[in-house]
């Protein structure tokens, strides 16, 4: 089975050592331009694409003349800022001539872990991948601290993956996957290509890697993290030329299957993860046309209970009082209560602008009916 070819969106994680030459510290076009082949080959499948880059520091840093020396955090934050956008220049300049575009997307742990931002943030990276663009994502390290921030871009990325419903997270690495231990110490260590689940006896073969930022171990809570959004882990070595291109013809790498698919995971994040802020009261045909995957319209809502803010979970419930699902609602209590029962010209009229359905069909998670239920 062709893991990449088999997946609709794909996220890439690219490490500074593959962006920056580490001799010079300035952008490696070489291997960015075989990148943007590989990309190319993706996008004219019709899969999408996503990637999360390092890099803004080790380019800022060779502009700043800093050497090699240890940065204090206040002169990282001024590398990222110098070195951001020489990174995306490196990015555009590799893409555009094989007619593809990309969009900056800094992200920060609120961004993923507080659920607004994370409704906001993916908000925009599904808009900007519905309009053929590439995102290119990294952490702002420009306001970063040591106490607020990912850590690594391996789990930047598998947050991403998560937040963004992808179906494939590929972690270039320095290694071409997951060994029984260390290969760069332990000449008996063997590649293990497949990992249906992350056991001790995984971990332990993480331990005699290194376990600083970007190793094995980092790797590895970065693909727990992506499996339980049901999204696969390829881990992969990044050095090679095209390295997609390489996995699709047979290189060595580590797939790590995911737990669930993402769909199920996000409405499942929905239905047992968040807490219900109110309730939306709807008609039969609604309840009707929900059942059959539809989004919910404000033309088929009778009832607004509760206070509750835009991107909160509610409770939906029919005529009877049974609870047909639950879901992000997309207006607030006071413009919910306004546009009970308005098709969508009249929400536009009511509100000043229409936010599109009150609950979509992505974001409502259907209440399985009893056995004998009416």
Known sequence: MNLLANADLVVVKVGSALVAKGETGGADNAWLAAFAGDAARLRARGQRLLIVSSGAVALGRKRLNLGRRTLTLAEKQACAATGQSRLMRAWEEAFEPLGLATAQVLLTPDDTEIRRRFLNAR?????????????????????????????????????????????????????????????????????????????????????????????????????????????????????????????????????????????????????????????????????????????????????????????????????????????????????????????SEGVQDTLGYNGGPVIHANDLALTRRREGAL
């Not at 970007?214 to 030329?241: F, Q």
């Not at 047992?272 to 919910?296: C, E, F, H, W, Y």
Request: aromatic fraction near 4%; charged fraction near 20%; hydrophobic fraction near 45%.
């Open 123 to 343: 908000a925009t990276l599904v808009t900007l991948l519905q309009l053929g663009l590439i995102p290119i994502v990294n952490e702002n390290d420009t306001v970063a601290t040591e106490e607020l921030r990912y850590g690594d871009n391996d789990r930047l990325a598998a947050r991403v993956s998560q937040m963004a419903g992808a179906d494939l997270l590929v972690l270039l690495s320095d290694v071409d996957g997951l060994y029984t231990s260390d290969p760069r110490r332990d000449r008996s260590a063997r590649h293990v290509p497949l990992v249906g689940e992350i056991t001790p006896a995984i971990d332990a073969m993480a331990g005699g890697a290194n376990l600083g930022r970007g190793g094995m171990a980092t790797k590895l809570a970065a693909a727990r993290i992506a499996g339980a959004a049901g999204c696969g882990v390829v881990i992969t070595l990044g050095s090679r030329i095209a390295p997609l291109q390489a996995v699709e013809q047979g290189q060595a790498f580590t797939f790590f299957k995911p737990e669930t698919t993402p769909a199920a995971a996000y409405k499942s994040w929905i239905a047992g993860t968040l807490a219900p802020q109110g309730v939306v009261v709807i008609d039969n045909g609604a309840a009707a046309a929900l059942r059959m995957g539809k989004s919910l319209l404000a033309a088929g809502v009778r009832a607004v209970e509760g206070r509750f803010g835009k991107g909160d979970a509610v409770i939906v419930r029919d005529g009877a009082g049974l609870e047909v699902g639950r879901g992000l609602c997309r207006y607030d209590h006071t413009e919910a209560m306004k546009i009970i029962g308005r098709r």
